[in-house]
Structure formats: C-alpha cells, structure tokens
C-alpha cells in the first residue's frame, strides 16, 4: 500500500477472453472471501441511472461510491475487489489514494494532489497553493478515464476536493461513517463476514486439516473475531505460527481475554485479537512493536526498526519478520507497512509502556540513523578522492551505498518515509538540531540524485520547515537562508511578487544575524525580481545598495558581476550613457581578476549598448577587443558569437566584403568545435 496521500496508479485488469460478466459474478481474487452480496450492490449502483440521465441530461460529475465500516472490517479490500472487477473499465489506470495518516491525522490536500499529478507525469510547480493544485488535479481527470479509490477519507470535504466533473470516471471511498455533502452518493455499509467466508479466511492461515477436525471451533473463533478480516488475519497468524495448538485452544485463550470498554463496539474484537498476540510476544519484539508507532508515514525497514529499539539491525530485520509472519506488519518491497487499523493500538501501547524520555530518545536515534544514511546517500556521488568519499569509507558498512544506483533506487523508495520524517521532527519542537540535520542531509541528496529542477517541489517544502524551526529558534541566519530559497523557487515559477516579498524578509532576518552574506544576496534578489517586473529604477536602485555593500567589502567577483547587471538595467531603460560605463566598469573588474571570458562577455555587452546608442563605429572596436580576449581565453563558441556580431556591424556601416570574412571566420571557429567535440566523443565510447 503506498504511503499515506500518496496516488499510485494500477493499469485496470486485463479483459477476459469472451463477455463480460454479470455484475457480482466475477471470480474474486484469491485470498478475497466472501461479500457477495456487497459487491453485487456495489455493481447496481455503477450501473443504475443518476437523477441528470433519467432527466435525460448528461451526468454533471462522476459516480460516486461509498464503502463505509470500522477499520479492520475489510472495507479497503472490498474497494480493491470492485476495483479489480471493474477497472478494465477505465482504461487509464486505478488510482489509490491514502487520505488519513497511520497517525489518524487527514493528509493534507495539497500533498494528495501533489501525487496524483505526479502519477499522471504533469510538473507540480513548486510552492503552489491548494485551489491552483485542485484545480490542476480536477482538469487532469476531466480528460482521463480513471477508478479512483480514496482510503480511508477522514471527511467529505476531502473526496469533493478530489471529484472530478467527469461521468466516464468512477469514485470508490472508504471511510468510517456517511460523507454526507457529496451529491448522489451509493453508500455501501459492511460488518463482519459471514461465518462460512470467516472459515474460509481462517483456513488460509491454520491449512483445512485444523479447520475439519473441529469445524466448530473454527466457528467459534471466527464469532470471537466478530468476523472481522484484521482480527481473523491476526489469531491466524498466531495460530499458523504455532502448527500444535488446536483452533479449540485459540478460541478459548480468545475467549479469556477481557474486551476493553473505551474502545469503540466495533473495534473491540480486533483489540482483543491485537492484545491477545501481542501479549504472547517475546519482550524484544513485542518493545519493537510498541515502538513503531513511531515509523514515519507507516513504514519501516530493518535500519528505522534498529534504531527505534536501539538494537542490532539483524536483530530488528528479524523481529519485523516475526511481526509481518503474524500479520502485525505488511511486507513493502524492502520495508515493513504499519497496518492503519492496528496502528491506534500500537500507539495506545506506546503510551501506556514507554516513558516520554525513552520515546524522545528512540525518535532522536532514529532520526540520527536517517541523517546518517542520507549523508551516506549523498557522498556516494562525489567523485573517488574527494572528501565526502573518505569520510564515506569511515561509516560503518551497515549504512554505506555500493554505488550510486543502490543509493538512488533507496532515495526513491524512502522518499515518502523521509520527507514524513522531516515534518515529524520538526512538528516535535524538541529535536530542533536534529531536524535541522535531517532536512539539511534530504535537501542535499534529492539534488544530488535529482537535480535541483527535478527536486524543486519537495525542495519547497522542506525549506518551508527550515524557516519553521528558524523562526522558532529565533536563528535569523538560517531563516534568511531558508526564505532566500524559497524566494529563488518562488522566482523559478513566476511568482515574482512572492519571491520579491521573501527576499525582503530575508534582508531583515539577514541585518538580524548581521549576515553580510545573506544580506548582499538578498539586495541583489530585490534587484533581480523588479527586474523581471521590468522597473528598471528600482532594480538599479537594489543593485546599486548591493554593489555598495560589495565594494565596502572588497569582495571583487561580486563587485563584476554587479556591475554589469547594472549595465544590463540601464540598458533595458534606454540609459545608455549609465549602461556603458557599467558595462567598462564590469570589464575592469574582470581584467583585475584575470578573467578573460567575463573581460569578453563584458566587453561584448559595452560593444552592443554602443551600437543601441547609435555609435557603429565605437561599437566595431569595442567588439574586436572582446574578439580577441575571447580568442586568448580559449573561448571557442562565445569568439565565433562575436564574430557574427562583427560581421552585423560592418554590414550595417557598409562594408559586406569584411563583414562575409567575419562570417566565415565564425563558421570555421563552429566547425572547429564540433569536430574536436566529435574526437573527444567517439574517444570516450572507445
């Protein structure tokens, strides 16, 4: 099951051979017994007209499908049952959606719709709002034909954000009670199986032979689980791990256990099924139980359940599989799922048998893992003799990478769990040093593996929960840095007048910190973002109060670079007297620092300003000056670029025969380069 919120798409079944089948009627999935009658209702209602078709209008909005009942009464496999049935129907894949967190919080609408669209591969922008993400998700529907399955729904308003107006799309939601608000719902209200599927259920897990020795054991164990799949999954687990002991045994052993009157009615059978087991586990696996309640979106691996209990990460990979054999866990791939209708017990039991001390503890271990594996993840792509590389080979080998696949395919399959870690730790309030790691190392891996682009919408977020922890901590250097981030992200997307409001923050939060750095960066992203508004008075004012800091300081490539955004400013305004001896003044600052690509690129810039302000000749010598230290730094592509710059201006003071020789001394520069790129690629696959 993926990570709560998270969409995962499943291509719809393959079509049997021959007809459809009668609604209800199709071979259910092995390992799914019973309900019968449920899904031969739930089949009537996809087939039956709304109120627009009999009206003879075509549906507003998709059909929509409710399975209601407590956890643990089988409710999400009756909804993957339908959805096997039907989903060749929807050619376009069913979708599976976890709308409440193992911790029984709703999963915010933003990060649900954040996955949906990334199952449907469409860029999220990052830093996008909740009505611009909605609106995105509901037009990805409209043009798609889609089974929607939304687990676990905490409230109605959450499906209605998730409704597309689409009548080929079919919605199933599960959810405890009536989601009332929803136009033209089908609600589909279930308890516990019959007693023959409760056998049934229960043979899978103790074999027949147990079963047809004392069918009425079987019975009476099954009526103790109040036929509900979680606790007959439960006591089968137990029973299946202990081949000697009879039905009979387990029913009355069951039996003795006393139900608990603060649970809800129809989850006490499953707390009795859930106390019973635990209480039959060994003390070290039954304290990794109890402290996986702590597992961030619901999932575990050997190393989160190491830390957890502060054991071995053999010792933990073994009591995860003693837990999965009971039916306590779900076996994901390499981790372990924490099952939602077990999840409240586990936490209640955490509370009731740990100290707040030790819970603090085991979250700081296993946040303390987390940052070491991320650092891990991230050294590996260093090249071989760096510093990350060595410090790598000091790291215990439990929590190095072989290579960068290994990493990388263990980034993407961690993903949910460490961004859950990430807003876990910072919701604490009392690991604040160690969540600043944590989202400091996550930051880090996902653009090393990624990309900073490919990152950028969970860059957004994780920055968001740095100035968090800033702002609380009162720390204004990193809440400048933070803001300064989210402000370039901000940029990226065209929300200019949001990053133009972030970088003032910033500029405060850096005079705070008396942050010369973060203060000089956030002058400069004023500049840039009235720019980008086109208020080219403001934008050099801005430049102009960074360039001032920078030249106090003597900090001399900033001071270049400076400069010439500054030319560039004055240039897009027609002050072409300013731009120009910014543009000079850019070049001397190269000159001094011996750079002579940015002396060129200068001086190119100078070169054309001149020509704007009417000055052809100026301008023609300005350029074979950057020509040439171009040629001298090597600088194939950018003297080839300045040559048909040449070659423009001499035609426009009419000489064509100097301007063609120009031309054709930029085509042989081009072709140079192509060839040399040739040989130095037919080199390397050699």
């Given amino acids: 099951m993926p990570d709560a919120g998270a969409g995962r798409t499943e291509p719809g079944p393959a079509p049997h051979p021959g ?101 449907f591969g469409i860029d999220v922008p990052p830093g996008a709002g909740e009505d611009e993400l909605s609106e995105m998700v509901r037009d990805a529907l409209a043009e798609r034909r889609v089974l929607l399955l939304l687990d676990d729904a905490h409230d109605a308003e959450q499906v209605d954000l998730l409704l597309p107006e689409n009548p080929d799309c079919l919605v199933v939601a599960v959810a405890r009670g009536p989601l009332t608000g929803i136009p033209d719902i089908r609600p589909c209200t279930i308890g516990g199986l019959d007693a023959k599927a409760a056998i049934e259920l229960l043979g899978t897990y103790t074999g027949s032979v147990r079963i047809t020795v004392d069918p009425q054991a079987a019975e009476s164990l099954a009526e103790e689980c109040g036929g509900q799949p979680a606790a007959l999954a439960v006591v089968g687990g137990w029973l299946a791990a202990r081949p000697t002991v009879s039905v ?36 070290p696996t039954a304290g990794v139980l ?127 769990a460490l961004l859950a870690s990430a807003r876990l730790a910072v919701a604490d309030g009392g690991l604040d040093t160690l969540a600043r ?112 800091q920078r030249l106090s300081r003597g900090e001399r490539a900033d001071e270049a670079r400076l400069y010439g955004r500054l030319g560039a400013v004055h240039g897009c305004a027609g002050r072409y007297g300013e731009a120009l ?13 011996q750079d002579l690509p940015g002396q060129a690129r200068a001086l190119s810039e100078a070169a054309r300003i001149q020509e704007y302000a009417g000055r052809p000749e100026e301008s023609l010598g300005t350029c074979q000056e950057a020509v040439e230290y171009a040629r001298r730094a090597g600088d194939t592509r950018l003297q080839a670029a300045l040559e048909l710059r040449l070659a423009d201006t001499l035609d426009r003071l009419g000489d064509p025969t100097a301007a063609r020789l120009h031309r054709n001394a930029s085509d042989r520069l081009l072709s140079t380069e192509t060839s040399a790129y040739e040989i130095r690629s037919t080199s390397a696959e050699g």
């Fill in 581 to 593: 001896r910014h543009w000079r003044a850019a070049a001397a600052g190269f000159r001094r620092l």
């Fill in 290 to 416: 109890r402290l996986l309640a702590l597992a961030p979106a619901g999932f575990a691996d050997a190393h989160t359940a190491s830390a957890l209990a502060g054991c071995s990460v053999s010792a933990a990979r073994a009591a995860l599989d003693d837990l999965a054999g009971l039916n306590l866990l779900r076996p994901a791939g390499e981790q372990y799922e924490v099952l939602g209708s077990l999840a409240p017990f586990m936490r209640a039991l955490m509370e009731a048998k740990e100290r707040p001390a030790e819970v603090q503890l085991a979250r700081a271990r296993m946040l303390e893992r987390t940052v070491r594996l991320l650092q891990s993840c991230r050294a590996v792509t260093e090249p071989d003799g760096s510093q990350a590389r060595k410090k790598l080979a000091a790291l215990p080998r439990a929590v190095r990478f072989p290579n960068t696949r290994a990493a990388a395919d263990w980034l993407r399959s961690r993903r949910p």
């Fill in 19 to 119: 007809a459809e089948p009668e609604p209800g009627t199709a071979l259910a999935a092995p390992g799914f017994f019973g309900r019968q009658r449920e899904l031969k209702s739930l089949h009537t209602d996809i087939e039956r007209a709304g109120l627009n078709t009999i009206a003879g209008r075509k549906a507003a909005h998709t059909r929509v499908l409710l399975i209601a009942g407590q956890r643990g009464s089988g409710r999400t496999a009756l909804a993957r049952e339908l959805a096997r049935q039907v989903g060749r129907r929807y050619p376009d894949g069913v979708l599976h959606i976890r709308l409440t967190e193992p911790s029984g919080e709703p999963v915010p609408a933003e990060r649900t719709a954040r996955d949906l669209l990334g199952e």
């Fill in 437 to 548: 790691r944590l989202v400091s190392a996550l930051v880090r891996a996902l653009a090393a593996h990624q990309g900073t682009d490919a990152a950028a919408p969970d860059l957004y977020g994780l920055h968001q929960l740095v100035l968090g922890v800033a702002e609380r901590q009162g720390l204004h250097r990193e809440e400048a840095a933070a803001l300064l981030n989210i402000g370039d992200l901000d940029a990226l997307t065209g929300r200019t007048h949001d990053a133009l409001a972030r970088y003032r923050s910033a500029l405060d939060a850096g005079r705070a910190a008396n942050d010369h750095y973060a203060t000089g960066r956030a002058m400069e992203s004023v500049g840039g973002a009235y720019q980008e508004l086109q208020d080219w008075h403001r934008a050099a004012d801005w430049y102009g109060r960074a360039l001032a």
């Fill in 248 to 283: 009979a045994d387990a029913a009355k052993r069951l039996r003795s256990v006393p139900s608990d009157p603060e649970q809800p009615q129809g989850a006490r059978a499953l707390a009795r099924a859930f106390r019973f087991v635990y209480e039959d586990l060994p003390h």
